[in-house]
């Protein structure tokens, strides 16, 4: 079935019962953490989601502000390149701690390194 637009450009009519699945509503029903290891520690899965929908499987993911590593561990999970950055101490040994403990996977053949920029930088950048 077609349909007219108001200025006259025609499309595809589409039912929802024609559709697969549900579609993504939008108030998202993710839960935080109830005892984060960094305060603005976000959910897993909600990550996962963003960037899932957001990026393809070996695209570069840039968190800037990296803090507990959560975006580090959904990309490396999901495929896709990642690159953390986060001038705290605290965060990067957080998101060193967090993508040490997930499985195998991330070092069989990728490594991360810190990069410590201190001379030229006020931050810390950790890759």
Same mark, same amino acid.
């Given at each position: $079935?077609?349909?007219?637009?108001? /200025?006259?450009?025609?499309?595809?009519?589409?039912?929802? &019962?024609?559709?697969?699945?549900?579609?993504?509503?939008?108030?998202?029903?993710?839960? &935080?953490?109830?005892?984060?290891?960094?305060?603005?520690?976000?959910?897993?899965?909600?990550?996962?989601? !963003?960037?899932?929908?957001?990026?393809?499987?070996?695209?570069?993911?840039?968190?800037?502000?990296?803090?507990?590593?959560?975006?580090?561990?959904?990309?490396?999970?999901?495929?896709?390149?990642?690159?953390? !950055?986060?001038?705290?101490?605290?965060? !990067?040994?957080?998101?060193?701690?967090?993508?040490?403990? $997930?499985? &195998?996977?991330?070092?069989?053949?990728?490594?991360?390194?810190?990069? /410590?920029?201190?001379?030229?930088?006020?931050?810390?950048?950790?890759?």
């Amino acid at each position: $079935m077609i349909e007219w637009s108001a /200025n006259g450009v025609p499309r595809r009519k589409i039912f929802a &019962d024609e559709q697969k699945g549900k579609k993504m509503q939008d108030i998202w029903d993710f839960k &935080d953490y109830q005892y984060p290891v960094y305060p603005t520690e976000k959910n897993l899965d909600l990550l996962k989601h !963003i960037v899932q929908t957001s990026s393809n499987e070996g695209s570069v993911v840039l968190d800037f502000f990296c803090g507990s590593g959560t975006t580090l561990c959904a990309a490396q999970e999901l495929g896709r390149k990642w690159i953390g !950055i986060d001038q705290s101490e605290q965060a !990067i040994q957080v998101a060193k701690n967090k993508l040490s403990r $997930m499985q &195998d996977t991330l070092f069989e053949e990728h490594k991360f390194t810190v990069i /410590n920029l201190e001379n030229d930088f006020e931050g810390k950048i950790a890759i």
